[in-house]
């Protein structure tokens, strides 16, 4: 019986023979999802309507247990009949105990309240009328009458049935695939050896075939799996058709179907092989709508000499990889000496896999054991070390070892045992050892020497190939009582070699990227001395008498508490000289806390400086220490203490003089032991007289004031500089410049560095990052310049290649009583033109443009103080803030983008703001300028002008409207 439904029909001829039925029909619902209903009929005649298809028998089924009840489920139901037949509702609970019922259904979870699924069939009998007919049998019931009348033997015997149907599914779910209802491997690969052993017995030669669709994975992508399956059951149909009912038929894995025929010769298995891909190519599967093709490999085994079953399926399979790289439709038969032969396989578990469940048992165990080596070991020594315990326990060996190969060539020992006198020692290497690796490896293929006797100690060794590459060998003795050198175990074997040479090849590369790591490691560190290097040299340095002067001074008021009022331009290194004062003060072990009272709002700046308690305004959910606070005995610095505002200044004078402060929202007043350094790159006693600047405050700060002269009166200090910040980008960056040319610090020296020392930074950058010589030429530095002018249009003009010692010519002079405004006007007519005439491929923001290099010019013009820039242009400092972090943002990642002529633009902007009156709005004021030109440039083309704005068309409308009044 090869199937579930073949043993439900011989006992359904059973109970026809025992009751004298001419009609037994047998319906078993399907149980859980993946089950399939039965209906099985057999007789003369049809079956009762209830049982006419299995939608009826379901129907019928579904009735019938809804109008049972309890009594009748424990003992069955006589569901209907007459004097042409019956039919039966019987549980399986006659027959299963409670435990197994439950346990049929394990796709329920644990306390579902939904009632278990009823195990229930319904067999339906029909009978003839003719009453000669009694007699003939074993049992014959005239009329419904008396069938019920002996109900006790159709409960045993009805329910003998149901048993049987839950015993046959039982049988078809272990035994059979679900797929297919064929036999599985483990089914093939026992009925394989028993023609094998037919065969050896004297018997006809047996042929295997192995056979399948050419391309079927496309069937389930194009479909479905639910379709894949149906068609997968259509060929196992067809198949069954086409051969002898003694013919083994199995699904051996996927889309691949064995048949076993015995008594064949290798011709008539080929003859058999094309008669079947005949009828499979012919026949239109899924609803006649697909139509296969199909190539099948063929291998014969007869008496001389003998084959065991893992050859016969490998040479089937190689024949089966030969067909399917012809034609479609192809035969191939395995011949020893053909191209059959040297092909690959489809079954990559050939060899683990083998039927023999000790061995199976033994190589999943081994793979299992290599696996978690493999896992675990990243160390070569290591990994050789566990693998060869495996393979020595299992195999029983009596010496493993693993050789690599080495760079010279040879092989060297990694790890490996052997056994002496009963116990494992370590490894040995010997000539012969070597020698047998180094044939394996030259070959490209196993290697072992025949023991003399069967029994006795063989010697192979195994290549460690990956790709083309030879790591190594495996040198493995035993005896073939436990492994065969030939068949299922030599496969075995190469695969675990081939997981050998991966997982060596693997620990090679974590060892050689270990090494990687640790050079980089070292070159890192190597970098980071040098930097350090750099930072410790990049304290304030100089070379001027004045900056000698101004050091004298910081030595001797260093080491008092007198607060410092540092002066000088925007550039000039006042921030560094305070840190020179801090580190030289006995502070110097507490770091220094820096306040730009310009970079912080006018509304937070209290907060800021002074701290707050929980509750003193919205937002406040904590209490907040303030940077005074925070500066408790060290050093705090007050940079831009010019832009503080009025209403605070009091606040601060009352520190400056007590030292005590007290936090917003607060009502004690704290001491607090902090020396105090201000700087300023403004007039403060222009800004007391304008009524800016709180006389007092002045006072009380100005106690010690060092002023830090521009870096164009103390030109001793620009070589100096430039060699220092050269010498620090060089390192810092890798690259090759390390001094400048004669020329170039003639040009350095000749510019007057409106910028002072942080504008000599950024030019000395830009030279060291496109310089790839070991000097910097005066090319160089017209780069910088050229890079300094562009993000900063208005700075002082770059200068005058000069001839050695030839002072530096002056600025040309700006054109006086040119208005401004109209100046821009025509600036920005001369680029509209240009964007709109021949040759240009799309029209460019010229809005964005202009309100980016305004914020930037006005930054400039404020020397980087942001509420002075605010005031410059007009607008509120949040907004000012805003755009000048998007324009600098843009600028430093290259986005700035402008055009050729755009400087001619930006030229006219400073003059433009130097001269706002009143509360004009300079932004508006130039946008104005703007629209009015194109409105003269595309009259009526509002896309033109939109763009032309870079906003929307809706905005440049409203923006038209808003700005009528300039």
């Not at 009526?940 to 808003?962: F, N, Y």
Request: proline share 4%; glycine share 8%; aromatic share 6%.
């Amino acid at each position: 019986m090869s199937r579930a439904n073949e043993i439900l029909r011989s006992y359904v001829r059973l109970v026809a023979r025992l009751s004298g039925a001419v009609s037994v029909s047998l319906y078993v619902p399907p149980i859980t999802g993946g089950d399939e209903e039965m209906l099985i009929h057999e007789g003369r005649i049809g079956p009762l309507p209830e049982l006419a298809d299995p939608a009826a028998a379901a129907e019928s089924l579904r009735r019938l247990g809804a109008s049972a009840t309890a009594e009748d489920d424990s003992k069955g139901l006589l569901a209907g009949g007459n004097t042409e037949g019956l039919l039966y509702r019987i549980p399986l609970r006659w027959l299963m105990p409670r435990s197994e019922e439950d346990a049929a259904g394990p796709h329920r979870r644990k306390g579902d309240r939904a009632p278990a699924t009823e195990l229930t069939t319904l067999i339906g009998l029909r009978f003839e009328r003719d009453s000669g007919a009694r007699g003939r049998d074993l049992l014959w019931f005239a009329t419904a009458a008396d069938a019920l009348s002996d109900e006790g033997w159709w409960k045993e015997f009805l329910g003998l049935a149901a048993g049987f149907a839950a015993h046959a599914r039982t049988v078809s779910k272990t035994t059979f695939d679900q797929v297919t209802e064929l036999p599985e491997r483990a089914n093939f690969q026992a009925e394989l050896e028993l023609a094998l052993a037919h065969v050896q017995a004297g018997g006809l030669p047996a042929v295997l075939l192995l056979l399948g669709p050419d391309d079927f994975g496309w069937v389930n992508d194009r479909l479905d799996r639910r379709s894949g399956d149906q068609v997968l059951r259509e060929i196992a149909t067809v198949l069954l058709a086409g051969l002898r009912s003694e013919d083994h038929v199995a699904r051996y894995g996927g889309a691949i179907f064995t048949v076993i025929l015995r008594d064949t010769t290798a011709d008539d298995g080929r003859k058999v092989a094309e008669n079947l891909l005949q009828r499979l190519g012919d026949h239109r599967y899924h609803a006649s709508s697909l139509r296969l093709e199909f190539s099948a490999g063929v291998a014969a085994a007869d008496d001389a000499p003998p084959i065991d079953a893992q050859e016969l399926i490998r040479r089937a399979d190689q024949a089966l990889v030969a067909a399917k790289r012809g034609d479609a439709g192809n035969v191939r038969v395995w011949e020893k000496g053909s191209d059959v032969e040297q092909a690959g396989s489809l079954d990559r578990l050939q060899g683990i896999f083998t039927g023999d469940k000790s061995k199976d048992y033994r190589n999943m165990r081994l793979l299992l054991d290599s696996v978690t080596v493999v896992a675990a070991s990243a160390e070569p020594a290591e990994l050789a070390r566990s693998f060869t315990e495996r393979l020595f326990e299992t195999l029983h060996a009596r010496r493993v070892g693993v050789l690599e190969r080495s760079r010279g060539g040879g092989f060297e020992l990694l790890g490996g045992l052997e056994r002496i006198d009963g116990a494992a020692q370590a490894l040995g290497l010997t000539e012969r050892d070597v020698a047998v690796a180094e044939r394996a490896c030259r070959e490209g293929n196993f290697v072992a020497e025949t023991a003399a006797e069967p029994g006795d100690m063989t010697l192979c060794a195994l290549p460690l190939f990956l790709q083309d590459r030879c790591l190594g060998s495996i040198v493995l003795e035993v005896t073939t009582a436990y492994v065969s050198f030939e068949g299922s175990d030599r496969r075995f074997l190469d695969a675990l070699a081939s997981e050998m040479a991966v997982a060596l090849d693997r620990a090679r590369l974590i060892e050689r990227e270990r090494e990687r790591q640790r050079e980089e490691k070292a070159r890192l560190e190597a970098e980071v001395t040098d930097l350090r290097r750099v930072v410790h040299g990049s304290r304030l340095a100089y070379r001027s008498a004045a900056m000698e002067s101004i050091l004298a001074t910081a030595r001797k008021v260093a080491r008092t508490d007198t607060t410092v009022l540092i002066t000088g331009e925007s550039g000039t290194g006042k921030e560094m000289l305070a840190h020179t004062l801090h580190e030289l003060s006995d502070r110097r072990e507490h770091p220094v806390v820096v306040v730009d009272c310009s970079a912080i709002s006018p509304t937070l700046i209290e907060s800021e400086l002074f701290g707050h308690e929980k509750g003193a305004f919205t937002g406040a959910h904590a209490r907040k220490p303030g940077r005074l606070a925070q500066a408790d005995g060290a050093t705090v610095f007050l940079d831009e203490i010019g832009e503080l505002p009025l209403d605070l200044q009091g606040k601060l004078l009352r520190f400056v003089q007590e030292k005590q402060l007290t936090p917003v929202g607060g009502v004690v007043a704290r001491r607090v032991d902090v020396r105090i350094i201000a700087a300023t790159n403004v007039d403060l006693r222009a800004r007391v007289g304008e009524g800016r600047f709180r006389e007092d405050l002045f006072h009380r700060l100005n106690v010690v004031r060092v002023h830090v002269p521009p870096l164009r009166e103390r030109r001793d200090d620009i070589v100096h500089l430039a060699g220092i910040f050269l010498q620090q980008f060089a390192a810092l960056y890798r690259r090759p410049a390390h001094h400048f040319t004669a020329g170039a610090e003639r040009q350095l020296e000749a510019y007057a560095w409106p910028g002072n020392v942080r504008e000599l930074q950024n030019v000395i950058l830009n030279s060291v990052l496109f310089c790839d010589a070991p000097e910097v030429d005066v090319d160089d530095l017209q780069g910088g310049f050229q890079a300094l002018a562009a993000a900063a249009p208005n700075a002082a003009p770059a200068p005058r290649r000069l001839l050695a010692g030839a002072p530096p010519g002056p600025a040309a002079a700006t054109p006086a009583g040119t208005d401004p405004a109209l100046r821009l006007r025509q600036a920005l007519a001369a680029e509209i033109a240009g964007t709109l005439g021949p040759g240009r491929s799309g029209l460019v923001p010229l809005g964005k443009w202009l309100a980016a290099d305004l914020i930037l010019t006005a930054d400039r013009l404020a020397g980087g103080v942001s509420r002075r820039g605010a005031e410059l242009l007009g607008i509120p400092d949040t907004t000012y803030r805003r755009q000048l972090s998007s324009a600098e943002r843009q600028k430093a990642t290259g986005l700035a983008v402008r055009s050729p002529s755009w400087p001619s633009v930006v030229a006219t902007l400073e003059d433009l703001i130097r001269s706002r009156q009143g509360d004009v709005d300079v932004c508006q004021w130039a946008e104005a300028c703007l629209l009015a030109e194109i409105e003269a440039a595309v009259p009526g083309d509002a896309t033109a002008a939109a763009a032309l704005l870079g906003v929307t068309e809706p905005t440049a409308r409203r923006r038209k409207a808003e700005l009528r009044h300039f």
